[in-house]
């Protein structure tokens, strides 16, 4: 099979495409045929060795595929060899077969293609998690999204609206601004150009946002915290301006606030009940219409100027590797 190897820590142009033997699924496995794969921001840390959890030397990037079941490890009952389903791995995504766990799997919602099931599950779920599970948002309320129009900030955009939030948009150019405003954000903010801060509160009509979701970090974290009102929440997600922030906690203690985190890999085991209830209703936004935003398709032989284009935050939504296409 076809496989990205990444035989050495650092930038995605060290990653080749090469020929590897077909996998074997060992006790708990499963074998699927990856028709299509997303590309993450943590997979360009995980290829430079920059992520919470190491990779070991050689690996395959790559997590977040969808594709069909070819084989079952021993102890695997089901499901059946043929169903189409998605998944999340640390690493072995981009390639076309990839091994995982039976708990890693899920099947793709009704109405999705395998280019979007491939873009939907991570994005979209952090996207809810972010908003309903640990930032408690209700209808009516004032969310500010940074990096509204990357992949986790276009899903959280679209499924906060969805949820009946009010959102403004934060992100680093207009044309970005604009594919926010296509997801229904009700206002926009140049972080480049604007005060971060005193446009959230200006918006929000001078009381700040009831909830900040943050995948970017750096500098605009600190912004974004000082412009919730009181008792707002704080959700930090992700790091893709390549600077964890370092809060003042006075900040947190003046207002009130809450500053929690969400980190995707473990919500299926550590809330069973919140993983199930995120699945629900995202399956019924999806029934609704609801899709994730994909900007680009690249074959696999593409891979590296795929992770590149991430690296370098010159992307909108997801970029999809297609293993089918040459």
């Known amino acids: 099979m076809r496989a990205a190897r990444c035989?050495?820590?650092?930038?995605?142009?060290?990653?080749?495409?090469?020929?590897?033997?077909?996998?074997?699924?060992?006790?708990?496995?499963?074998?699927?045929?990856?028709?299509?794969a997303a590309v993450n921001y943590p997979d360009v840390l995980i290829a430079a060795d920059r992520y919470q959890v190491s990779a070991p030397l050689p690996f395959t990037p790559g997590s977040e595929f969808a594709g069909v079941v070819t084989a079952l490890g021993?102890?695997?009952?089901?499901?059946?060899?043929?169903?189409p389903m998605a998944g999340a791995v640390l690493s072995g995504a981009f390639a076309e077969q990839v091994v995982a766990p039976l708990a890693a799997l899920r099947p793709i919602p009704d109405g999705l293609d395998m280019v979007h099931a491939a873009a939907f599950h991570v994005t979209y779920n952090t996207a809810y998690h972010a908003l309903v599970t640990v930032g408690g948002a209700t209808a009516g309320e004032w969310a500010a999204v940074l990096g509204a129009a990357g992949g986790v900030g276009s899903a959280t955009v679209d499924v906060a609206k969805r949820l009946g939030l009010r959102v403004v948009a934060a992100a680093s150019s207009e044309e970005r601004l604009a594919t926010a405003r296509k997801l229904g954000a009700?206002?926009?903010?140049?972080?480049?150009?604007?005060?971060?801060?005193?446009r959230i509160r200006e918006l929000t009509?001078?009381?700040?946002?009831?909830?900040?979701?943050?995948?970017?970090?750096?500098?605009h974290a600190e912004a974004?915290?000082?412009?919730?009102?009181?008792?707002?929440?704080?959700?930090t997600v992700g790091y893709a301006d390549g600077r964890i922030p370092r809060i003042p906690l006075n900040l947190v203690l003046l207002k009130n606030l809450v500053v929690r985190g969400f980190e995707a890999r473990t919500i299926r085991r550590t809330d069973p009940d919140a993983a199930a209830a995120a699945a629900r209703a995202l399956a019924g936004m999806v029934r609704d219409g609801m899709r994730p935003l994909v900007s680009r398709v690249h074959p696999l032989s593409?891979?590296?100027?795929?992770?590149?284009?991430?690296?370098?935050?010159?992307t909108t939504g997801k970029i999809v590797l297609d293993m089918e296409a040459r």
Not at 10 to 33: A, F, K, Q, T, Y
Not at 74 to 83: C, F, K, L, N, R
Not at 224 to 235: E, S, T
């Open 302 to 314: 593409e891979v590296a100027a795929a992770l590149t284009d991430v690296a370098e935050r010159r």
């Open 224 to 235: 974004a915290l000082r412009a919730l009102r009181r008792d707002g929440r704080f959700v």
């Open 186 to 198: 009700d206002a926009g903010i140049d972080y480049v150009r604007e005060d971060l801060k005193s």
């Open 7 to 36: 035989t050495e820590y650092g930038p995605p142009s060290g990653i080749s495409v090469v020929e590897l033997d077909d996998p074997e699924p060992g006790p708990g496995e499963v074998v699927v045929r990856v028709h299509a």
């Open 74 to 83: 021993p102890g695997v009952a089901g499901p059946a060899v043929g169903s």
């Open 205 to 219: 009509g001078g009381e700040g946002a009831h909830l900040v979701v943050d995948p970017v970090g750096g500098d």
